[in-house]
C-alpha cells in the first residue's frame, strides 16, 4: 500500500490531468502529466506503461486505480535500480566509472563486446564527463 502522502499526490495529479473530466487518462494525457513533472521517459515508455496497467480500462485509458497500480510499479522499479546502481558503484563516489558500469552489466548475464559496451556507455553518460549519475543511470533505465 502506498504512503497516504502519496496517494493524496496521485489523486491530485491524475485530476490534473484528466482534461476531458473522463475520470481516465488517455496517452496523451498521462504523457503530458508525466512531461510536467519534469521526468525524463519515452513516448514509449508511456505506451509500456499503458500495457502494464491498462486492464479493465481498455487499451486506450487507464482509471485513477490503474493509474495508482502503474505508479507503485514504478517507485518498486526505481527503488530496485537504485539499489542495482548504489551497489556497483564501488568507491561510493556517488557515480559508475566505466569499470563499474561494465561489472553492472556483467551482472545481468549479457557480455558485451568493446564496441557495443563503449555504445551503451556513451549514450548513458548523457553529460559526456566519463561517468555515470544516478539520474542518467535511472533515464536510461525509463527508455
Do not use: C
Not at 480500462?57 to 526505481?78: A, C, N, R, T, Y
Not at 558485451?112 to 556507455?121: M, N
Amino acid at each position: 500500500m502506498p504512503k497516504k502522502d502519496n496517494m493524496s499526490v496521485w489523486q491530485a495529479l491524475f485530476k490534473a490531468a484528466d482534461k476531458d473530466h473522463s475520470g481516465f487518462l488517455d496517452k496523451a494525457e498521462l504523457f503530458r502529466l508525466i512531461k510536467t513533472a519534469n521526468a525524463h521517459v519515452s513516448e514509449g515508455f508511456v505506451e509500456k506503461f499503458f500495457h502494464f496497467t491498462s486492464h479493465s480500462s481498455g487499451p486506450h485509458k487507464i482509471s485513477f486505480e490503474e493509474f495508482v497500480e502503474g505508479m507503485k510499479q514504478m517507485e518498486e522499479f526505481l527503488t530496485q535500480m537504485t539499489a542495482f546502481f548504489h551497489k556497483f558503484d564501488f568507491n561510493k563516489n556517488g557515480y559508475l566509472e566505466k569499470s563499474e558500469f561494465r561489472k553492472a552489466l556483467e551482472f545481468t548475464g549479457r557480455n558485451y563486446d568493446d564496441k557495443e559496451f563503449e555504445t551503451i556507455f556513451q549514450k548513458t553518460d548523457a553529460n559526456k564527463n566519463g561517468q555515470i549519475s544516478l539520474e542518467e543511470f535511472l533515464k536510461t533505465m525509463l527508455q
